[in-house]
């Protein structure tokens, strides 16, 4: 019997020892949404999923100029070759640091910034006390059937340094010219896909509203100053404030760690 207690002792001595030997988990599990810097053609959000220190799965989207999601429709066969492969490399590596996909260097470099920054917020220990990233983040007012807001935020040293301003209008039909199609009301026809949706482009720079010119000017400079998304309306360009200042909160939210 003493032999037994002493034996079982042992036993417990040793298991006790090995589980304070195993490996402490660095990241928490969950999913994990982190974007990539933004520049004047959109940006790549990706979800990772984590359990017990692995990727188990990737979600990858990536937006165009105008804070719209490629879709399936998109036409341009590497990417979508990017998006169904570049998940599998990142789960298969357990890494974010993998090849790029041929022909969709641009989008693969963004997912695995994107991806690195996911796993970042993922862990356990936070390596800064950065509450940021520095870099650039673009986000989108709410959309309407009149257009939206764009913004592109620049955060450095966890501080607004520059802000770029856009909004968008549906399209107008053109013809072989160039010149704009009216119809018999005397307004532009707008321009439609061949599913019959609404096509948008940025207001041009020719758009006949002086106070929107003035504000998309002034408006980053008020956002800059005050290091907030939050700043006086611009005088006769309500909208335009207002867009611009959702705008920016969004991309704030986007850069947060």
């Given at each position: 019997?003493?032999?037994f207690l002493?034996?079982?002792?042992v036993a417990?001595?040793?298991?006790?020892a090995?589980?304070?030997?195993?490996?402490q988990?660095?990241?928490?599990d969950?999913?994990?949404?982190?974007?990539?810097?933004?520049n004047?053609?959109?940006?790549v959000r990706?979800?990772v999923?984590?359990?017990?220190?692995?990727?188990?799965a990737?979600?990858?989207?990536?937006f165009n100029?105008l804070g719209l999601?490629?879709?399936?429709?998109y036409g341009?066969?590497p990417?979508h070759?990017?998006?169904?492969e570049?998940?599998?490399?990142?789960?298969?590596?357990?890494?974010?640091?993998?090849?790029v996909?041929?022909?969709?260097t641009?989008?693969?470099n963004g997912?695995?910034q994107?991806?690195?920054r996911?796993?970042?917020?993922a862990?356990k220990?936070?390596?800064?006390?950065?509450?940021m990233?520095d870099?650039?983040?673009?986000?989108?007012?709410d959309?309407t059937?009149?257009?939206w807001?764009?913004?592109?935020?620049?955060?450095?040293?966890g501080k607004?340094?520059r802000?770029?301003?856009?909004?968008?209008r549906p399209?107008?039909?053109?013809?072989?010219?160039g010149?704009?199609v009216?119809?018999?009301d005397g307004?532009?026809?707008?321009?439609r896909d061949a599913?019959?949706n609404v096509?948008f482009?940025?207001?041009?720079?020719?758009?006949?509203?002086?106070p929107?010119?003035?504000?998309?000017v002034?408006?980053?400079?008020?956002?800059?100053a005050?290091?907030?998304?939050?700043?006086d309306?611009?005088?006769?360009?309500t909208g335009?404030?207002n867009n611009?200042m959702?705008?920016v909160?969004r991309?704030?939210?986007a850069?947060?760690?």
């Amino acid at each position: 019997m003493k032999k037994f207690l002493a034996v079982a002792a042992v036993a417990l001595v040793t298991i006790a020892a090995l589980a304070g030997c195993a490996p402490q988990a660095i990241h928490n599990d969950g999913t994990f949404i982190a974007v990539s810097d933004a520049n004047d053609r959109g940006f790549v959000r990706a979800e990772v999923t984590i359990a017990r220190d692995k990727i188990t799965a990737v979600k990858l989207m990536e937006f165009n100029a105008l804070g719209l999601e490629k879709g399936p429709t998109y036409g341009y066969a590497p990417f979508h070759t990017f998006l169904a492969e570049m998940p599998k490399r990142f789960v298969a590596k357990n890494s974010w640091d993998v090849d790029v996909v041929s022909q969709a260097t641009g989008s693969s470099n963004g997912a695995k910034q994107a991806v690195l920054r996911a796993t970042q917020m993922a862990r356990k220990t936070k390596t800064t006390a950065a509450t940021m990233w520095d870099g650039t983040f673009m986000a989108v007012s709410d959309r309407t059937e009149r257009g939206w807001g764009i913004a592109w935020v620049t955060i450095n040293g966890g501080k607004i340094s520059r802000v770029v301003l856009h909004e968008t209008r549906p399209a107008p039909e053109r013809d072989a010219a160039g010149a704009v199609v009216m119809g018999p009301d005397g307004r532009p026809v707008t321009r439609r896909d061949a599913a019959g949706n609404v096509i948008f482009e940025r207001k041009p720079a020719d758009y006949a509203f002086a106070p929107y010119h003035e504000a998309i000017v002034e408006l980053p400079k008020r956002f800059v100053a005050k290091n907030s998304a939050q700043v006086d309306v611009f005088t006769g360009a309500t909208g335009t404030s207002n867009n611009s200042m959702l705008a920016v909160q969004r991309a704030l939210e986007a850069a947060k760690r």
